[in-house]
């Protein structure tokens, strides 16, 4: 569901789930015994299928639980930026909310791994790896934060987007002004490839790009099109640099103090939404290249041009094994092949 929130400034919305959450954690009678509502917060657009599968997701709760346990989706940040909602999830004023692992990684620095520069090789393995050992890893990392993570949502690949010129060697980043997340790795990244890395929230990119504050960023397609970034972007390069996903997460007390029945339908409901939106994110991906080729000029790597992007980039790999964890680096290197 589509919330409205007019006249509601973020912070009374976080206050509002805030009274949500904290009833949650506090009260643990059974499912048959009064109706529970959860608040999902996100910070995407209607038109993503992140949001049709946080809509997905609601759907079902609602319905394996005949209207007992309830979420109400908030998107398109209504209740705060990415970092705001994450540390409300964190802290149990919030109920759940989704976020790459550029900025779990704020609160879990394992998850750092996942945006090192052309570590991994397809979705397939990235899913694979999520749904295996090195997702158990970081799933358990979680509940030492507070948080219980619940699924992994596809995003795909990101790329190398600018007003400035086509880029296709490392040596065309050189001197541009490239809007990053607000993670380390990123910006050692880009500052490797001798950009001028600037964080900005997502909510932030269109303004910046439109006011000249950043040349230009690194996006994934779909997004493209749902935030409509190609209204203030020139050239895509498809530099595939990174491949990206969303972490569902939910405050671990709230989690905790759930009854089984509750537990078994939270989960069964995110299983459909997230095998959804696996299936359905490459086909957006690929109508929406298709589309965003109609609007502003793509260009691809070569296999030369990748490898040296690649080799140029490599040694971040070093630089945040400390932080990250070496046995965490060695697992996500085995099960995501690096490129």
């Known amino acids: 569901m589509h919330k409205q929130t007019t006249g509601l400034t973020r912070r009374a919305m976080l206050a509002v789930a805030a009274g949500g959450a904290a009833a949650g954690v506090l009260a643990k009678p ?3 015994q009064r109706a529970r509502t959860l608040r999902l917060g996100s910070p995407q657009p209607v038109e993503s299928n992140y949001h049709r599968a946080a809509v997905m ?6 319905k394996l639980s005949s209207d007992r346990l309830k979420v109400d989706v908030f998107p398109n940040a209504q209740l705060g930026s990415i970092n705001e909602m994450l540390n409300a999830v964190q802290t149990g004023t919030l109920s759940m909310t989704l976020a790459v692992p550029a900025w779990y990684s704020g609160i879990m620095k394992p998850m750092d791994v996942f945006t090192l520069p052309f570590l991994v090789r397809s979705p397939e393995r990235l899913r694979a790896a999520l749904d295996g050992p090195l997702g158990d890893v970081m799933k358990a990392k979680a509940e030492a934060a507070n948080l219980h993570f619940m699924n992994w949502w596809l995003m795909g690949a990101r790329h190398m987007v600018n007003n400035v010129h086509p880029i296709n060697t490392p040596a065309d980043v050189a001197g541009l002004k490239m809007r990053v997340i607000s993670s380390p790795v990123y910006i050692e990244a880009f500052k490797a490839l001798g950009a001028n890395p600037v964080v900005l929230d997502s909510a932030e990119i269109y303004l910046g790009m439109q ?3 950043v040349d230009g960023l690194e996006y ?4 493209m099109i749902s935030a409509k970034l ?8 498809l530099t595939g640099h990174t491949t990206d996903f969303f972490v569902v997460s939910m405050n671990k007390p709230l989690w ?5 029945e509750e537990k078994a339908i939270l989960t069964q409901a995110m299983k459909t939404a997230t095998d959804w939106e696996w299936e359905a994110q490459p086909v957006t991906t690929r109508e929406a290249l298709t589309k965003l080729g109609t609007l502003i000029q793509i260009n691809e790597l070569s296999a030369e041009n990748r490898a040296a992007f690649a080799t140029q980039t490599q040694a971040i790999y070093g630089k945040f094994e400390a932080s990250i964890g070496k046995d965490v680096l060695d697992l996500a290197m085995r099960n995501l092949g690096a490129a």
């Open 57 to 62: 997701f609601a759907a079902e709760v609602a």
């Open 256 to 260: 905790d103090g759930m009854s089984a």
């Open 30 to 32: 059974a499912l048959a």
């Open 230 to 237: 190609y209204e203030v972007s020139k050239f895509m390069s």
């Open 220 to 223: 994934p397609v779909p997004d």
């Open 211 to 213: 006011q000249k504050v």
